[in-house]
């Protein structure tokens, strides 16, 4: 009796700009605006910018350590 062959689980290994904006419910503009403050880095594929998982990973973390700008403005 033979098994069919599974491919291994695909891991994400770098997300598109809109990728990232879908898989961490951050906007796009938001993203772009970490973009331009140096808090996220990117590299480019043709036209397309993309973020490697791991810089993803470190920016979300920072992400969630930063005051909410709502509180401060109170």
Do not use: C
Not at 18 to 43: C, M, Q
Request: aromatic share 6%.
């Amino acid at each position: 009796m033979t098994h069919p062959i599974e491919a291994p689980a695909k891991e994400t290994l770098s997300y598109s700009l809109p990728e990232l904006a879908v898989a961490t419910g951050i906007s796009r503009s938001e993203i772009y605006v970490d973009i331009a403050a140096g808090k996220l880095t990117t590299f480019r594929r043709g036209t397309r910018q993309y973020v490697e998982a791991d810089e993803a990973k470190r920016w979300i973390r920072s992400h969630n350590e930063e005051p909410d700008k709502k509180d401060n403005d109170q």
